[in-house]
């Protein structure tokens, strides 16, 4: 049997873009995406801690060390500059081994969306 469990997360960052007018997905800083361990085109949840809105998408790769977190898309609509959100990716593993598994939980700076020293 398998099961799908949590992977990946982002706890708590800003976003500083909404760009309506693209084909759609997130934009992270390939810096935090590299800590939560992210790679561009993977599906994400996405909860914004506003206005309880939960959206799936994609991972584009953002500039390092930039802080960027960008809603592209009609995910705009919906996610706004300065929401904060949090960023889940899950996986499926077989049942033994995810009880062993322990995912990627990143708390970066809200403020800045850095990695904290």
Known sequence: ME??????????????????????????DEDL???ANLIENEQVHVLN???????????????????VICMNGPAALRIAKGDVVIVISYAMMKFEEAKKFTPWVIFPDTETNRLKA
Do not use: F, P
């Open 49 to 67: 801690k506003r206005n309880g809105e939960r959206l799936i998408t994609y991972v584009i790769k953002g500039e390092r060390g930039s802080g």
């Open 33 to 35: 995406m590299d800590a």
């Open 3 to 28: 099961i799908k469990v949590l992977k990946s997360k982002l706890h708590l960052v800003t976003v500083t873009q909404a760009e309506l007018d693209y084909i759609g997905s997130i934009t992270i």
